[in-house]
């Protein structure tokens, strides 16, 4: 039923909504997966979305010109956003783009040589995956899958129904416990600590100030810089006699010599979008970003300088050392936001636990339902996990690590720093080997693991419950009734997650997983497996000793940083800087970040906060022009079967 109060969307957003949703699945998935240069919707800033929306509140324009009553609200338009963003995750990498890889991956894979049937079927319970786990070797189902069907066979829908409607169930329960942390974080996150949620602050800005923003010449000025340069780009890769702009350089070739060359994997991507966005950020938080990255890179010549053994973390692009210390700080920081929120969280429990007290009835839900709507979510999510095999005490460890410790806080990274991307440099299974080797959880949990490692806990880009969080800020600022907002996320999810299996099934089956982005079909999905290999035949490093360290060093630094944060307004160096030092997100992105402090610093040191003002806009139109442009390569590529230009966010 459609809310009709004046608070709530109406009924014509909500149908254009279900439209955006259907077409954010279509080219989020076509350009992921069949372009493959353009990642178009794994951000928690989609550039899919926002390229869309850009073009949506133009048309909207045009249409209050020709009739008033024809345009949308704020509330319509922001209504329709919320729908997009969340489709764009589960479309991408989210949900969709790992599920269903995993289920067949491991299948395909198998050879006499890794001998994955012996080690890993007999451990499969029938109704998880699409093929059989009783017979040997590679089942057909999985070699249509990469290799394409043949003409004139069918895609085998009806293999793929089972697992997916179970594992739709796990999805369903985590995603039913983001909505319900989220609703528990709403006050203390927006209202009590007032983070700034910079992610919204672009879709807002735009519907609010629309008319004057898109008659602003720095605005177009910065719209056409990138506008120029991705048209070049992608006529170059039509034509290679017209000129093109890397927009990536590889710094790891300049430092050949020791210990210089000990320096782990250092690019540089020249992301317009990234520039412009980090403009807006603290100038504090700019520079803790940077300067902890950098800080990763000395200490592998510090190491290397020492002649220290050097390991990585699997399956992260970091070292060992590190990627513990990015854990103590995780760790730590929850803490803190405990501490922070204490009188908030002791109320919201109270109500939740107490049938005398009043409960809250001006939030997503009521506290005594998000409360025990997370409780019993974490609870079946567990209990699913221990039927499809996995160790139930390790099952309770992973859904908790999960779920409140590396989901907050990479939910916290983009409510307070802005953070386009969320990933991590750890899994639950890498703290469990502080504790014993993960050797003793047996090949039957393993095999389970490697999973849900696949699925859910090693890649966080896509992470909805930032878009949960970012939805209850735009719910704030335009007036949505949160019953209309708890509706627009359930449709937006479920739409999307059907619609986005449909084309994850259909597009594999018709262009063959083979030829198509490596990442998802023959990367993500094999990872765990063949890291979980040794732990199954009985081998392992023993991590308690270097891992426990390294451990406890980054939870000593962190709790020094949050303490020296609270006392001293002034302290430069950001906690939540050193947490995301190691990860994927500052590797991709530490130099716009270092571009956006050297511009953003001397701006308001020397000219002021009007200047900076003033320049906003100029920086918002190269987020709009770089991500319309992503929107325009992508429908070009999909028309004209012709190759896209390279697009720096992978």
């Known amino acids: 039923m459609i809310p009709t109060n004046e608070n709530s969307i109406s009924g014509r957003s909500i149908l254009l909504g279900i439209c955006f949703v259907i077409a954010i699945c279509c080219i989020v998935s076509y350009a992921e997966l069949v372009i493959t240069y353009i990642q178009i919707g794994f951000l928690q800033l989609p550039p899919a979305v926002i390229g869309l929306f850009f073009f949506l509140v133009l048309g909207n324009r045009l249409l209050e010109k020709l009739n008033k009553r024809l345009g949308l609200s704020p509330r319509e338009l922001m209504g329709i956003y919320c729908m997009m963003l969340v489709a764009s995750m589960i479309s991408s990498r989210g949900v ?3 599920l269903i890889p995993a289920l067949i991956a491991v299948n395909y894979f198998t050879n006499e040589t890794n001998s994955w049937d012996t080690l890993f079927f007999s451990h499969i319970k029938p109704w998880l995956i699409p093929f059989s786990p009783e017979q040997k070797g590679q089942a057909a189902i999985a070699i249509s899958f990469y290799e394409g069907i043949q003409t004139g066979d069918v895609i085998p829908w009806r293999a793929w129904l089972e697992p997916l409607c179970l594992w739709g169930v796990l999805v369903f329960l985590v995603f039913t416990a983001f909505l319900c942390l ?3 974080l709403r006050k203390q996150w927006i209202e009590n600590e007032k983070l700034s949620f910079p992610l919204v602050s672009l879709p807002l800005e735009f519907v609010h100030e629309g008319r004057g923003f898109l008659r602003n010449r720095l605005m177009w000025l910065g719209f056409g810089l990138p506008a ?7 006529l170059h890769e039509i034509s290679p006699q017209i000129p093109s702009f890397s927009l990536r350089y590889l710094l790891n070739q300049y430092f050949t010599e020791q210990p210089f060359n000990a320096i782990a994997y250092t690019p540089i991507f020249l992301s317009f979008a990234a520039v412009g966005f980090f403009y807006l950020l603290p100038t ?12 990763t890179r000395l200490q592998d010549v510090v190491a290397a300088m020492f002649g220290l053994r050097v390991s990585g973390m699997p399956l992260y692009p970091t070292r060992l050392y590190l990627g513990y210390q990015v854990a103590g700080a995780y760790f730590v920081l929850v803490i803190s936001f405990i501490y922070m929120g204490f009188p908030h969280f002791a109320g919201v429990f109270r109500r939740a636990f107490t049938t005398n007290e009043e409960d ?4 997503l839900m009521p506290y005594r339902t998000a409360v025990w709507g997370l409780i019993v979510s974490l609870l079946l999510a567990i209990g699913w996990c221990y039927a499809a ?3 139930l005490g390790f099952a309770v460890f992973e859904i908790l690590v999960y779920i409140c410790i ?11 720093g802005g953070l386009l991307m969320t990933e991590t440099s750890f899994r639950p299974i890498d703290l469990y080997q502080l504790i014993a080797s993960k050797a003793t959880l047996g090949a039957q949990s393993l095999t389970i693991l490697s999973f849900l490692d696949a699925i859910f806990t090693r890649d966080q880009r896509g992470l909805i419950l930032t ?3 970012d939805g209850l800020k735009i719910r704030d600022r335009v007036g949505m009734s949160y019953r209309s907002l708890l509706g627009v996320f359930v449709l937006g999810c479920t739409l999307a997650f059907l619609c986005a299996a449909a084309i994850h099934l259909w597009l594999p089956y018709t262009h063959g997983a083979n030829y198509m982005y490596s990442y998802t079909y023959r990367g993500n999905p094999l990872w765990a497996f063949q890291d979980n290999v040794a732990a199954i035949e009985g081998l392992g490093a023993d991590l308690r000793t270097t891992g426990g360290l390294f451990f406890g060093i980054g939870a000593l630094v962190t709790t020094g940083l949050v303490i020296l944060r609270m006392l001293y307004w002034w302290w430069p160096l950001h906690p939540l800087g050193y947490a995301l030092s190691a990860s994927w997100t500052l590797i991709v992105f530490w130099f716009p970040v270092l571009i956006a402090w050297g511009i953003k610093t001397p701006v308001l040191r020397y000219s002021g906060i009007r200047q900076y003002q003033r320049l906003r806009p100029f920086f918002l139109g190269m987020v709009f022009g770089e991500f319309s442009m992503a929107v325009v390569w992508t429908l070009i590529s999909w028309g004209a079967n012709v190759p896209a230009p390279f697009f720096p966010w992978p």
Do not use: H
């Not at 120029?228 to 992608?234: A, C, E, Y």
């Not at 809250?360 to 939030?363: A, D, I, L, R």
């Not at 590396?406 to 307070?416: N, Q």
């Open 96 to 98: 969709m783009e790992k």
């Open 467 to 469: 878009g949960f969080l």
């Open 228 to 234: 120029l340069i991705f048209t070049l780009n992608g």
């Open 182 to 184: 989220a609703a528990i």
């Open 284 to 295: 504090q938080l700019l520079f803790s970003l940077w300067f902890f990255f950098l800080l």
């Open 360 to 363: 809250n009835t001006t939030e």
């Open 406 to 416: 590396i989901a907050v806080v990479m939910a916290r990274s983009t409510a307070e």
């Open 389 to 391: 095999g996995l160790n």
